[in-house]
T-cell receptor, first 108, second 116 residues
Framework: QKEVEQDPGPLSVPEGAIVSLNCTYSNSAFQYFMWYRQYSRKGPELLMYTYSSGNKEDGRFTAQVDKSSKYISLFIRDSQPSDSATYLCAINDYKLSFGAGTTVTVRA | DAGVIQSPRHEVTEMGQEVTLRCKPISGHDYLFWYRQTMMRGLELLIYFNNNVPIDDSGMPEDRFSAKMPNASFSTLKIQPSEPRDSAVYFC??????????????FGNGTRLTVT
């Protein structure tokens, strides 16, 4: 079993829609959870990270962690065409383990 | 800072040839990671270094793969001999941790390797 599982999509939404991305993880000991965004032909870049459970908000982006169900989520409100990218969840202990990535297309 | 610099951006080679990928991490970072990304397997960690010392190479797929970090500003990933199934995008990333696990990784833009 992989340490983190993510539905690869792809996901296509109209501009202005809410995008919901999810991952599950296997080890309840993990404490740090991250979301990376990867544009085509570029390296991943850190979008948000959370520690333990709860929510974290940054502009149009909200990251949630539910440690009881080992579930992490990323929500994008008022999505824009510039949000079109692959989003990767990651869990971090001494190394990063990534989900497969979900490719999101926001249609203008 | 210029960020993590990888070279070459693209590499096309024939099966059996030696391939060397290069990485210059961000100055001052104490961790360096090599990842491989494919459609089928996603982003896989191959090996990582702390202060130039290899810590975990359990992700290196075979003995054909080797990585070195001779100093804090340079690392190489070598494949010898290369095979078509090695075709992928190889990323280098660096991080400054100072004992903390939540430091972000800074990725280069990758080397796209095609082995024919």
């Amino acid at each position: 079993q992989k340490e983190v599982e993510q539905d690869p999509g792809p996901l296509s939404v109209p501009e202005g829609a809410i995008v919901s991305l999810n991952c599950t993880y296997s080890n309840s000991a993990f404490q740090y959870f991250m979301w990376y965004r990867q544009y085509s032909r570029k390296g991943p870049e850190l979008l948000m990270y959370t520690y333990s459970s709860g929510n974290k908000e940054d502009g149009r982006f909200t990251a949630q962690v539910d440690k009881s169900s080992k579930y992490i989520s990323l929500f994008i409100r008022d999505s824009q065409p510039s949000d079109s990218a692959t989003y990767l969840c990651a869990i971090n202990d001494y190394k990063l383990s990534f989900g497969a990535g979900t490719t999101v297309t926001v249609r203008a | 800072d210029a960020g993590v610099i990888q070279s070459p951006r693209h590499e096309v080679t024939e099966m059996g040839q030696e391939v060397t990928l290069r990485c210059k991490p961000i100055s001052g970072h104490d961790y360096l990671f090599w990842y491989r990304q494919t459609m089928m397997r996603g982003l896989e960690l191959l090996i990582y270094f702390n202060n130039n010392v290899p810590i975990d190479d359990s992700g290196m797929p075979e003995d054909r793969f080797s990585a070195k970090m001779p100093n804090a500003s340079f690392s190489t990933l070598k494949i010898q001999p290369s095979e078509p199934r090695d075709s992928a995008v190889y990323f280098c990333a660096s991080s400054f941790r100072g004992g903390r696990y939540n430091s972000p990784l800074h990725f280069g833009n990758g080397t796209r390797l095609t082995v024919t």
